[in-house]
């Protein structure tokens, strides 16, 4: 059984085309050709899925179906599942139950197992109408050698990386395997999972160390396809010596969502790969009653009932229920998750939308209650996940730190994120005592008029003499023009020098960006 972040039904398209982010109507995929089990009706071509395949609209379908090679029979499915899995477990998140105990497990392409997957990782999963899972698919969207890369924040798990040609960003939301982000180096080889955002920057949500690599390789959408030559986000690749697989008339084109493989060799820093192998990937068919979750980047907006989440067109109405927010919050850039069936058009038809935070929430403080998964701290659960890193950094110096370890009034800094109704830890470290406190995280509650608000669902008090309010760029401000700008859904970072209790007045109250 597998747990994904996300709740059944939902898919994450990566952005096609190059140069994401414009504004003005979404863009017109190019009619697509070839693969089996082809439906009636028009057929669009959309961008990359999570766990490694291509997406297509087609109206002529009801539900979906996935192309497994041109001119394959394909693999019907009820339902497609597709995210970041986040558990090993009987229980999906919002209730769902996938049982994937007779599924085909296909990882980077070869016959596997659920052994074979890590939380955090990008998987798609087709199962039926009940939720007995067909068919379980991972592929790394890059593995290779790190060619640059700057910390931003290490305790908000921060970072700005190049892995083979491919621009990476990692935040509080990433699951890093055999490494912290402070760790990461110039010519370390990683394997990373992730969705791309709206100016095609792989968002990593799974960051592996490996020790070597026998090839590289990435996946993505060919642009500017030439003889023997064309681009993969900011990867140059050239393929005349390489074997091709599964294409239509053995001839790659511009919008192909394509695996490319190479000794590593063959790569020239920073961005040149004479490859050995260029595969297109599945595709998975979208029908037009299909119900789907779209969780994704909006790359490219009208307005906030037109807009695209990773390439697949999205309408809203009346009827949407919005959460975390309303149409006037949605532009570019925005993390959303859609739930809704696709019309007669293709174009999803959100009847929830859910605006998802991508800021990090973070903590510094006393160990108040220690659960079943669970720490709690400055009144904040965090919920603690098979990857989550822990670390002492106590002149105890528990090597390695477990939950067992940690005890009711130990200090501890905590970074996580928002997930759903929970807050999910990414990384806990044990430090020696101190006596200062830190809140870091999402405006859920604010009274204007009381000067008063609450963090993470914790309610602070404040004072407008001993407070100190700042904004963003630590400019001071008044009590009145601080409260004035604050709207629920902001990041503030609450700060006391002497710490005793979340209901003491805090020392300073920060707005907080990325």
């Known amino acids: 059984m597998l747990k994904f972040l996300t709740v059944t039904l939902f898919f994450t398209l990566a952005a096609c085309g190059g140069g994401g982010g414009s504004s003005g109507s979404p863009p017109t995929p190019p009619p697509t050709g070839g693969g089996g089990g082809s439906g009636s009706g028009t057929v669009t071509a959309g961008g990359l899925l999570s766990g490694g395949a291509g997406v297509l609209i087609d109206t002529g379908l009801s539900g979906f179906q996935l192309d497994v090679a041109v001119g394959g029979t394909g693999l019907s499915a009820g339902r497609a599942t597709a995210g970041d899995v986040q558990d090993f477990s009987s229980i999906i998140a919002n209730g769902v139950t996938l049982d994937t105990n007779g599924a085909d497990f296909q990882i980077e392409g070869q016959t596997g197992t659920q052994d074979d997957l890590r939380q955090g990782q990008q998987v798609l999963v087709l199962t039926d109408s009940s939720d007995v899972a067909l068919r379980v698919d991972y592929r790394a969207n890059v593995k290779g050698p790190v060619t640059q890369f700057i910390l931003l924040d290490p305790m908000l798990g921060r970072a700005s990386l190049s892995v083979l040609g491919q621009a990476v960003t990692t935040d509080a939301t990433t699951t890093f395997d055999g490494i912290d982000v402070g760790n990461i180096a110039v010519g370390d080889l990683l394997e990373l999972s992730g969705t791309l955002d709206d100016a095609n920057v792989l968002q990593a949500s799974y960051v592996e160390l490996k020790t070597s690599l026998s090839e590289y390789k990435a996946i993505g959408v060919a642009q500017n396809v030439a003889a023997t030559t064309f681009t993969l986000n900011g990867l140059t690749v050239d393929y005349a010596n390489a074997a091709l697989q599964d294409f239509d008339n053995m001839t790659i084109s511009n919008g192909d ?258």
């Open 257 to 514: 969502v394509v695996e490319v493989r190479g000794l590593p060799a063959s790569f020239t820093t920073p961005d040149q790969f004479a490859v050995t192998d260029v595969e297109r990937l599945p595709r998975l068919r979208i029908g037009e009653t299909a119900f789907a979750r779209v969780e994704g980047f909006i790359d490219s907006f009208i307005d906030g009932t037109e807009f695209t989440v990773q390439t697949t067109p999205v309408t809203t109405n009346a009827s949407t229920l919005f959460r975390n927010g309303d149409a006037s919050h949605l532009g570019l850039g925005v993390k959303v998750q859609i739930e809704g069936s696709a019309n007669g058009s293709g174009v999803v038809v959100a009847n929830q939308l859910t605006i998802q935070p991508t800021q990090s929430v973070r903590l510094e403080g006393n160990v108040e209650n220690v659960g079943s998964g669970t720490v709690q701290v400055l009144g904040v659960t965090m919920v603690i996940r098979p990857q989550t890193q822990l670390e002492d950094d106590s002149s105890t110096g528990a090597d390695p730190l477990t939950l067992a370890d940690l005890s009711i009034g130990d200090e501890v800094e905590v970074r996580g994120y928002v997930d759903a109704d929970v807050i999910a830890a990414t990384r806990l470290e044990r430090e020696d005592d101190e006596d200062r406190a830190r809140l870091r995280g999402p405006v859920t509650a604010v009274d204007t008029a009381a000067q008063t608000l609450s963090i993470a669902g914790v309610s602070l008090a404040t004072d407008a003499v001993s407070t100190e309010f700042e904004d963003e760029n630590d400019n001071p401000l008044s009590a009145a023009a601080f409260f004035a700008g604050l709207s629920v859904g902001d990041f503030v970072q609450a700060r006391w020098d002497v710490f005793t209790a979340t209901s003491v007045v805090v020392d300073s109250l920060e707005y907080e960006d990325d």
